[in-house]
Nanobody, 125 residues
């Protein structure tokens, strides 16, 4: 599976960005997909996830500001980020699980199995 993120950039606080993750290969849709972010020196944080049935989750810090969406026909994952804050600055990664990994584990791994290269989001005050 190849996951390629795009849409990051440098913006001022209050602005919006839309991240896109294009997935190619055998993504196991039943495990869903997700966006994580990481600041250098800190642990990776789950930002948002979407399940195969469309159920979504959000970190408390982004609820009401970020929206995750998926175009299954095109195998694309989105993250609409509004009202950006300085503390949203991070490298954002999309994640998915391959069919092979699912068949090995016989369950969906909580941290998924494959990750993109990340896209930098920088928010200044």
């Amino acid at each position: 599976v190849q996951l390629v993120e795009s849409g990051g950039g440098s913006v001022q606080a209050g602005a919006s960005l839309k991240l896109t993750c294009a997935a190619s290969g055998f993504v196991f849709s039943k495990c869903g997909m997700a966006w994580f972010r990481q600041v250098t020196g800190k642990e990776r944080e789950l930002v948002s996830s979407i399940r195969d049935d469309g159920t979504t989750t959000y970190a408390d810090s982004v609820k009401g500001r970020f929206t995750i969406a998926q175009d299954k026909s095109k195998n694309i994952l989105y993250l609409q980020m509004n009202s950006l804050k300085v503390e949203d600055t991070a490298v954002y990664y999309c994640a998915a699980t391959t069919i092979e990994r699912y068949l090995t584990l016989r369950e969906c791994p909580p941290d998924y199995s494959d990750w993109g290269q990340g896209t930098q989001v920088t928010v200044s005050s």
